[in-house]
């Protein structure tokens, strides 16, 4: 499911030097199935045309309140009726404070009036202007009404200063746009918890014992459970990925850190989905210092067990495991089920080699407690997040 499929966007874009960026969210939001609706402040226009957005939505891009030949100058308020959401990306300290303030005096201040849609902000100004108490102060006006501010970020700004009052990048535009979309879905009022990532355990303060995962699946739960109304909390070991956006994100090396943060966040759950690959072992002991080849033509390294976080995670709330295996996968499978006490086991091959790790898709099988057994076929692993969340939203319901 995708919550952007088939949603009416409408995209108010103000006079910011941001405002090439809402170029390639409008391009990336039309690729994910929404309609897009984008509406220019004259300010706006000095920066990117209408036609650049026009070309992009096949859609018209309008500016003038009072221009005769667009539609959604002369239907605003039903185009502000029929939207799913109103994102404002960039959103400058003026259209903030006309904003707040109620002013009629264009077609997006009109829009932003008349909607009863989820109302989002990205701020994207001088950081002395975002700083200053008068534009604090209408964004806490904005955020009493509901509206939804996010961002902005730290770093080089177009003065050459660097500061608060960057916009955005657009994933993440776009993670919190699925959150607010996503906020009453099948799992709205629910907390999952989601491990992704490989752990890493010291043998010196250079090298670490690892496993080829990406955390390419782990991402994915844990952003379907968002763009469902879950409340997340992603446990992640490192990964080459940046956090997801509106949800809790927890960082942690090895897999004693893993099971120490895992215990903490399992508190009050009501899923935990353990798709990290957690080391089975760790050094007994870590070097100190970096170990030199000269000093031994050989190296033996004593190992000791760490322990099984799934199998050690107890409570009122539904356990999903994973298991990655090069042979005998179901057998396998079977036994984690039984073994570490889950409610499903997410089995895939990774022998395979357009599934499992370092790739964009998977084939996985689904193994129920009851003994049922459900063989999916290769799917994006956003697509499989969707998969297993199905089956976990099932079993929510039984339960109550």
């Not at 909607?115 to 975002?130: G, K, Q, R, S, V």
């Not at 607010?180 to 491990?195: F, H, K, Q, T, Y």
């Not at 004593?302 to 099984?308: E, G, H, I, R, T």
């Not at 990774?350 to 998977?362: E, L, P, Q, W, Y």
Request: aromatic fraction near 4%; charge should be negative; glycine fraction near 6%.
């Amino acid at each position: 499911m995708d919550v952007l499929k088939q949603k009416t966007i409408v995209l108010g874009v103000t006079g910011s030097i941001a405002a090439y960026k809402a170029a390639d969210l409008t391009s990336k939001l039309v690729q994910a199935g929404a309609l897009v609706d984008v509406v220019l402040t004259k300010e706006a226009a000095a920066f990117v045309t209408p036609l650049t957005f026009r070309s992009l939505t096949h859609r018209p891009a309008a500016v003038d309140l009072f221009d005769p030949n667009s539609e959604q100058a002369i239907e605003h308020v039903a185009l502000a009726q029929r939207a799913d959401a109103v994102l404002v990306a960039p959103a400058t300290a003026n259209a903030i404070a006309r904003f707040a303030n109620g002013l009629a005096d264009d077609l997006l201040a009109c829009i932003v009036l008349a909607t009863t849609a989820p109302l989002l902000i990205a701020p994207a100004m001088e950081h002395h202007m975002y700083q200053h108490p008068a534009t604090q102060a209408n964004l806490d006006t904005l955020r009493r009404r509901g509206a939804t501010v996010i961002g902005p970020a730290s770093g080089r700004l177009a003065s050459g200063e660097v500061g608060w009052g960057r916009m955005l990048e657009v994933p993440e535009l776009i993670g919190h746009l699925r959150a607010v979309l996503g906020r009453n879905g099948d799992l709205a009022g629910r907390r999952i918890v989601v491990s992704a990532g490989g752990t890493q355990e010291p043998l010196d303060p250079v090298r670490v014992l690892t496993n080829r995962s990406t955390g390419k699946q782990g991402y994915a739960l844990a952003e379907a459970a968002r763009d469902r109304g879950a409340s997340v909390v992603l446990i992640t070991a490192p990964t080459a990925l940046p956090d997801p956006v509106a949800m809790s994100v927890v960082h942690c090396d090895t897999a004693l850190q893993m099971f120490d943060a895992v215990t903490n966040a399992v508190q009050g759950c009501d899923a935990i989905i353990m798709a990290a690959a957690v080391a089975d072992y760790r050094p007994t002991e870590a070097f100190d210092q970096k170990i030199k080849k000269e000093q031994s033509p050989e190296l033996m390294l004593s190992l000791v067990k760490n322990p099984d976080i799934i199998a050690s995670t107890n409570g009122p709330f539904i356990k999903v495991a994973f298991a990655a295996e090069s042979e005998d996968l179901i057998l396998h499978a079977r036994d984690k089920l039984v073994r570490k006490n889950v409610d499903l086991v997410i089995a895939n091959d990774i022998s395979a080699t357009d599934a499992g790790f370092a790739v964009d898709t998977n084939r996985v099988v689904i193994l129920h407690r009851d003994g049922s057994m459900e063989d999916r076929p290769l799917m994006l692993k956003s697509e499989v997040a969707d998969e297993v969340l199905d089956r976990v939203v099932a079993l929510l319901n039984k339960v109550g």
